[in-house]
């Protein structure tokens, strides 16, 4: 199995920025995508941004132009750079690898992170 271990969150004022990041326990087989999500007080989980193998980026609109993602393969790790955050940010942020362990596995499983808080004030 493996572990995806985040970090970073915080509480900050708005304008202000934050750096997470998650950490996975193992590398992967092949590895898909890596992602944030993110879940507001009595709202569903969405995606906040996700990076593919191949480097391609997809941002949600409420964030473009603000959060920026990267990725370090090397050490199998996954940032989200948020900046000039606005109380509307608040939620806990979970990070998501898409991909497969092993040669074994037949198909590509999701892996959560366990969720850091975020807490913009105004």
């Known amino acids: 199995q493996v572990q995806l271990v985040e970090s970073g969150g915080g509480l900050v004022q708005a304008g202000e920025s934050l750096r997470l990041s998650c950490a996975a326990s193992r590398s992967f087989f092949r590895l898909n995508t890596m992602g944030w999500y993110r879940q507001a007080p009595g709202k569903q989980r969405g995606l906040v941004a996700s990076?593919?193998?191949?480097?391609?980026?997809s941002y949600a609109d409420s964030v473009k132009g603000r959060f920026t993602i990267s990725k370090d393969n090397s050490k199998n790790t996954v940032y989200l750079q948020m900046n000039n955050l606005k109380p509307e940010d608040t939620a806990v942020y979970y990070c998501?690898?898409?991909?497969?362990?092993?040669?074994?596995?037949?198909?590509?499983?999701?892996?959560w992170g366990q969720g850091t808080q975020v807490t913009v004030s105004s």
């Open positions: 990076i593919t193998s191949g480097g391609d980026i």
């Open positions: 998501n690898y898409n991909g497969r362990l092993s040669s074994f596995v037949s198909r590509e499983y999701d892996y």
